[in-house]
């Protein structure tokens, strides 16, 4: 078999389908969810075939059963996708070896993806580099959220956004991929569709929208009934506000979700490396003074693991529905695990 080694450079390009292993690390759990869309769709088309997907947790999986996997194509002729989450639980010293050995000499019909937050780079890095990529997944700056917005736009949601509109929109909403992807959905249904191969978003029709947003009704209120633990008041703020809404409103709400999530994910972390509540508080701006200790405490009883798959699990909703998931049931069971787990954790204080 055949063997590429990237530049360097190349290494956060787009997927191919030639990839057959794939380490996709960073805290930004949007885009580690992004890059495996990309990377199953460049799967599909290079290969002609249907994708078979195989997910393990990290922290539970074990070698054997991994590789097992990666060596057993089937008898179906399909692709392989073996998605590895929490991977820097399972890229251990007894595992490193194994994994070494099976990146220098990757089966053909299987691509294998270990995701995780945290990563040690080393020799696995380097032979992986030679099948497949290594993708960061950080945090972006404004001018590098205003590129993906871009691109973004045209790829997913089928529209031109224009230069200085993406940097209107990043500079309103903040450079956090999650809630530029649903600001860049609701725009894309009021494209401009005079002209072109495709509808234009222009930076008056962000201004508009943004002006719009921050004066209609908003479901951010949706994060305290969460945080409550009561999984009933939040499908009973649910109910009434999109009940009342004009069309669906899953979007934003996801949003609220995701951006709910993202705040206890690193509000754990600072947590568990032994910030104080009122340092934490003021570093995530988190005001009033009451409802900031609320996500701190809720942040410290959940801890820096449970927190950060809660964020993932926000991201991969927010990614349902976008591909087309039933909106309403996707939200109300995502606010209901959420909360259940916070309603669990005070359960056991």
């Not at 595992?95 to 080393?122: I, Q």
Request: glycine share 8%.
């Amino acid at each position: 078999m055949a063997k590429r080694a990237p530049s360097k450079s190349a290494k956060n390009a787009p997927p191919d389908g030639s990839e057959r292993v794939v380490i996709m690390k960073g805290p930004d759990a949007f885009l580690r969810q992004h890059y495996l869309e990309r990377l199953a769709e460049a799967l599909g088309k290079a290969t002609g075939l249907d994708l078979n997907t195989i997910r393990f947790d990290g922290e539970t999986a074990e070698l054997a059963d991994v590789l097992d996997e990666c060596r057993s194509p089937g008898l179906l002729p399909v692709h392989k996708l073996v998605v590895v989450d929490n991977a820097a639980k399972f890229v251990r010293e007894s595992t490193r070896p194994g994994l070494e050995k099976y990146a220098d000499a990757p089966d053909d019909r299987v691509t294998l993806v270990l995701r995780s937050e945290a990563w040690r780079p080393g020799r696995l890095d380097r032979a992986v580099e030679k099948v497949g990529k290594v993708m960061s997944c950080d945090a972006v700056g404004p001018q590098q959220a205003a590129q993906w917005a871009t691109g973004r736009a045209k790829g997913f949601h089928k529209v031109m956004l224009k230069a200085d509109a993406a940097q209107l929109l990043v500079d309103s909403v903040g450079v956090d991929l999650a809630r530029l992807d649903a600001e860049l959905a609701k725009l894309a249904t009021d494209a401009d569709e005079s002209g072109g191969e495709l509808p234009e978003v222009g930076i008056d029709l962000v201004r508009t929208h943004v002006r719009a947003t921050r004066e209609a009704e908003t479901p951010w209120p949706l994060q305290d009934e969460i945080l409550s633990g009561d999984p009933a008041r939040a499908l009973a703020y649910i109910e009434l506000w999109m009940g009342n809404a004009p069309r669906d409103q899953a979007v934003p709400a996801m949003w609220a979700c995701v951006d709910l999530t993202r705040v206890l994910a690193t509000a754990a972390r600072m947590a568990g490396a032994g910030t104080p509540e009122g340092a934490i508080a003021k570093k995530l701006k988190l005001w009033p003074a009451h409802r900031g200790g609320a996500v701190v405490r809720a942040a410290r009883a959940l801890g820096p693991a449970r927190a950060a798959k809660l964020h993932q699990r926000a991201c991969e909703a927010d990614a349902a529905i976008k591909r087309g998931a039933h909106s309403r049931r996707t939200l109300e069971t995502l606010c209901v695990e959420i909360a259940s787990g916070l309603g669990r954790r005070a359960d056991t204080r």
